[in-house]
């Protein structure tokens, strides 16, 4: 990724860091550590251990800033992930709560491979909003309470005022197939 194909808000954030902008590092626990937590409490963690992890991950990334070397070749947040999810994986074999050896899958897969894979889901997740913005309503958000807040069929069903459940269900599901369409249009 080039410094001008690096999204704005990240350079702007990396900039912020570079000056020692303590609310650009506020920022960044409230834009990511989320995220973070996620991944550390779906795989055998707690919540101090993802702080941890995600201290130690905007540790890693101050200090490049700081030494000046630092070239982001992805969004921000995938560059977080990448350096949280190897943070984790190690701290799981320190402590044998895993059941592959991390330094062999370091060697399967390079950093610059596994952010390759982020940048590509990336990608996908853009084309993905961009289907959403095209999908238009009721559907953009009948997809979106269910998917993403997990709401109930019936729920959904009240909502929008169909007559029950089963109408709202065959509504989503007339809305993922326009959506699925609208999708790999984009990516052909």
């Not at 991950?57 to 190897?86: E, H, M, P, W």
Request: hydrophobic share 40%; aromatic share 10%; with cysteine.
């Amino acid at each position: 990724m080039s410094k001008s194909a690096i999204p704005e808000i990240d350079q702007k954030t990396v900039d912020g860091i570079a000056l020692g902008d303590a609310s650009v590092l506020s920022g960044l626990y409230k834009d990511y550590f989320p995220m973070v937590l996620n991944m550390v409490v779906q795989n055998n963690g707690t919540e101090e251990e993802a702080k941890d992890v995600f201290q130690e991950a905007v540790i890693v990334l101050y200090d490049k800033i700081k030494q000046g070397n630092f070239a982001l070749s992805s969004k921000l947040k995938t560059y977080i992930y990448s350096v949280c999810r190897r943070l984790w994986l190690k701290q799981l074999t320190s402590q044998g709560r895993t059941f592959y050896d991390v330094s062999d899958y370091e060697e399967i897969i390079p950093v610059e491979e596994d952010l390759a894979v982020h940048r590509e889901r990336d990608v996908q997740l853009s084309l993905m909003e961009q289907a959403l913005d095209k999908l238009g309503e009721p559907c953009r958000t009948i997809i979106h309470d269910f998917y993403v807040l997990n709401l109930s069929m019936q729920e959904i069903c009240e909502k929008f005022g169909y007559t029950n459940a089963d109408n709202a269900k065959n509504q989503k599901y007339k809305c993922l197939q326009r959506l699925k369409k609208l999708f790999f249009a984009a990516t052909k």
